[in-house]
């Protein structure tokens, strides 16, 4: 029987949300181990003159415990 915890997590990203949500689960990759999911729960975006200059996501990262 597995137990599995869910942590959330904020990331952002000059390029766009996909990147976003890649720098997030790089960065838990590094100090949890088996993560099994994510759910992305917001995306929004910070404006500066009219234009998107970051964009950040808030996800639900899920990993087994051992």
Known sequence: ???ARVTKLTASSTKG???AVEVAVKRAAKTLRGITG???LSQKAKI???KIE???VTLEVT???E
């Open 54 to 56: 970051e964009y950040r």
């Open 48 to 50: 500066a003159k009219g």
């Open 1 to 3: 029987m597995s137990v």
């Open 17 to 19: 949300f996909q990147d």
């Open 63 to 65: 990993f087994i415990l």
């Open 38 to 40: 994510i759910e992305v």
